[in-house]
Nanobody, 117 residues
């Protein structure tokens, strides 16, 4: 199983970035996929996730600014991040969630997003 993130980088406050995660080795279309982030000294937190049926959930801090999407044919999940704020700086991780059907979750290696003033 591999989850490979891309698209991180340095951006000024108010700018945009698009993160992508390419999955292999899992039954992608059957999985809830998510993006988490972890800032220095803080716990990892859910940013957004999307179910196999396309239902989405967002952290309150990113609602209206971030959009999660998935392409089951390409086995990718994307996170469009607009109006970025300094507090969005973190390492962002892709996740394939566990469920009653799939008892193990998987994580990518993470991609750094740095928002500067």
């Amino acid at each position: 199983v591999q989850l490979v993130e891309s698209g991180g980088g340095l951006v000024q406050a108010g700018g945009s970035l698009r993160l992508s995660c390419a999955a292999s080795g899992i039954f992608f279309s059957d999985r809830t996929m998510g993006w988490y982030r972890q800032a220095p000294g803080k716990a990892r937190e859910l940013v957004a996730d999307i179910t196999s049926g396309g239902s989405t959930k967002y952290a309150d801090s990113v609602k209206g600014r971030f959009t999660i999407s998935r392409d089951n044919a390409k086995k990718t999940v994307n996170l469009q991040m607009n109006s970025l704020k300094l507090e969005d700086t973190a390492v962002y991780y892709c996740n394939a969630a566990r469920s009653s059907k799939w008892p193990r979750d998987y994580w990518g290696q993470g991609t750094q997003v740095t928002v500067s003033s």
